[in-house]
T-cell receptor, first 114, second 112 residues
Framework: DVKVTQSSRYLVKRTGEKVFLECVQD?????MFWYRQDPGLGLRLIYF???????EKGDIPEGYSVSREKKERFSLILESASTNQTSMYLC?????????????FGSGTQLSVL | QKEVEQNSGPLSVPEGAIASLNCTYS??????FFWYRQYSGKSPELIMS????GDKEDGRFTAQLNKASQYVSLLIRDSQPSDSATYLC????????????FGRGTSLIVHP
């Protein structure tokens, strides 16, 4: 089975801190995604990547950056955390190919910024 | 207009009934459609995908797609309390980047 692992299940940070959220997948998937999920707003795409060192902005990239130095790892960076970035963050991966490919999700990181 | 629309619910049905979850999408060139189930505090997991007009059945689940009406639905027969979750509709558009767009999800409650 595909496994997508997020480094932390719960994280508490202070306003202004630099925050790193790590995601690793073990199935050699080309595509990786970062979403945030807030009550009533559903899943919103922050950034995605099709290949190593490649990144594309999603719908809400402001305040975030990403890094993909290795195929299996996709990191989300909050340069200066703010309280409005308190949310559930979900990483996902999928193989390259057709439009039929589903997403495999990690277990999520609940980030609280105080 | 949001690209993928779902009624947020909650949809409440008695155990054993049929639960009907609906989703509409705005982009006519959308090619593939997915239903994910998300239990509270957990991440989404795929339960159904559908690519052609008509019905697709898998156990107690049936996905229905009508591209002319830009409408996709999920029917859950013989609903069980364990089906209580949020159901997310996702749509992949055609062309280059197959990035799914998600609806906001419908909360389903199956009561004994």
């Amino acid at each position: 089975d595909v496994k997508v692992t997020q480094s932390s299940r719960y994280l508490v940070k202070r306003t202004g801190e630099k925050v790193f959220l790590e995601c690793v997948q073990d199935m050699d998937h080309e595509n990786m995604f970062w979403y945030r999920q807030d009550p009533g707003l559903g899943l919103r795409l922050i950034y995605f990547s099709y290949d190593v060192k490649m990144k594309e902005k999603g719908d809400i990239p402001e305040g975030y950056s990403v890094s993909r130095e290795k195929k299996e790892r996709f990191s989300l960076i909050l340069e200066s955390a703010s309280t409005n970035q308190t949310s559930m963050y979900l990483c996902a991966s999928s193989p390259a190919g057709t439009h039929n490919e589903k997403l495999f999700f990690g277990s999520g990181t609940q980030l609280s910024v105080l | 207009q949001k690209e993928v629309e779902q009624n947020s619910g909650p949809l409440s049905v008695p155990e054993g009934a049929i639960a009907s979850l609906n989703c509409t999408y705005s982009d006519r060139v959308s090619q593939s459609f997915f239903w994910y189930r998300q239990y509270s505090g957990k991440s989404p997991e795929l339960i159904m995908s559908i690519y052609s007009n008509g019905d697709k059945e898998d156990g107690r689940f049936t996905a229905q797609l009508n591209k002319a009406s830009q409408y996709v639905s999920l029917l859950i027969r013989d609903s069980q309390p364990s089906d209580s979750a949020t159901y997310l509709c996702a749509v992949n558009k055609a062309g280059g980047s197959y990035i799914p767009t998600f609806g906001r999800g419908t909360s389903l409650i199956v009561h004994p």
